[in-house]
């Protein structure tokens, strides 16, 4: 890998899921991000609506004594007044790990920390009369990684266009 080399586009979230009962399993294929990557056994991902422009992930190296971890959060805000609201609040405490996919066709895994997952995301759920706002946090000794191959049918409520990147 050569670090200097260009990252070739710039992405944007346009689809979400959340899975309740997949098994992560590294990936040790050539291609792709050995160990970093995952692929996921007996997955059942549930599409996620969300908000425009209402999405966010952020990744932040934190230091301790004890070593190295990532900070990862994943965000989200919904409308959160209709007859479901209850019950829909409740599915996402239950979600073991969250797909981040990107226009650019990857998908990124949110909930392995470890080898294996050894903890499930923690859930913060804030809602008003008009919004409920969802974040996912996690911490895990490696940066995220990718599900190779991914496709779950993950198909966005809207598709961000990146001028930045036309060509």
């Known amino acids: ?25 590294p ?4 291609y792709g991000q050995p160990f970093y990557d995952s692929y996921l056994v007996e997955s059942n991902a549930q599409s996620v609506y969300f908000g425009k422009r209402s999405v966010s992930f952020s990744e932040d190296l934190q230091e301790s004594p004890a070593g190295d971890y990532y900070q990862i959060k994943v ?8 007859k479901d ?3 829909r609040i409740e599915e996402f405490r239950k979600a073991k790990f969250v797909m981040v996919q990107l226009n650019g066709g990857r998908v990124l895994l949110i909930g392995r920390n470890d080898f294996f997952q050894n903890a499930k995301p923690r859930v913060k759920i804030k809602s008003n009369e008009q919004l409920t706002a969802v974040e996912f946090t996690t911490t895990s000794i490696s940066p995220t990684g990718f599900l190779p191959d991914y496709n779950a049918g993950l198909f966005p409520h809207s598709i961000p266009i990146n001028f930045l ?3």
């Open 165 to 167: 990147n036309a060509s």
């Open 1 to 25: 890998m050569i670090l200097s080399q260009k990252v070739p586009n710039l992405t944007n979230i346009c689809g979400i899921a959340l899975d309740f009962s997949a098994v992560p399993i």
């Open 75 to 82: 965000s989200i805000q919904f409308p959160g007044n209709d």
């Open 27 to 30: 990936s040790y294929a050539d």
């Open 85 to 87: 609201r209850a019950r």
